[in-house]
């Protein structure tokens, strides 16, 4: 299985999708930066704010493409 492509360095993401991602990464970025800047030893919050941006955007990227092998079987199917 090919290994999935980070929409930060992936041209072949049609550009909806990118934008998708950008409005998503500026969002939680806003919202997480004083989060961010509560745990780690950070002064700025654009930097606490664009390291939770790539960070739920990469975490997201991950969850779409277990989401595309996942089978839902092997959650009813009795332990053998």
């Not at 290994?3 to 999708?17: G, V």
């Not at 606490?48 to 941006?53: K, P």
């Not at 779409?64 to 092997?74: G, H, L, P, S, Y």
């Given at each position: 299985?090919?290994?999935?492509?980070l929409?930060?360095?992936s041209?072949?993401?049609?550009?909806?999708r990118r934008?998708?991602y950008l409005?998503?990464?500026?969002?939680?970025g806003y919202l997480?930066?004083?989060?961010?800047?509560?745990h780690?030893?950070?002064?700025?919050?654009a930097?606490?704010?664009?390291?939770a941006?790539?960070?739920?955007v990469?975490l997201?990227?991950?969850?779409?493409e277990?989401?595309?092998?996942f089978?839902?079987?092997?959650l009813?199917?009795?332990?053998?």
């Amino acid at each position: 299985m090919p290994e999935p492509a980070l929409a930060t360095s992936s041209r072949d993401l049609p550009l909806w999708r990118r934008v998708i991602y950008l409005v998503i990464s500026t969002v939680v970025g806003y919202l997480a930066a004083p989060e961010v800047l509560a745990h780690v030893p950070l002064h700025s919050t654009a930097i606490a704010a664009f390291l939770a941006g790539a960070l739920v955007v990469t975490l997201t990227m991950q969850l779409i493409e277990r989401a595309k092998t996942f089978d839902i079987a092997t959650l009813f199917s009795k332990g053998e």
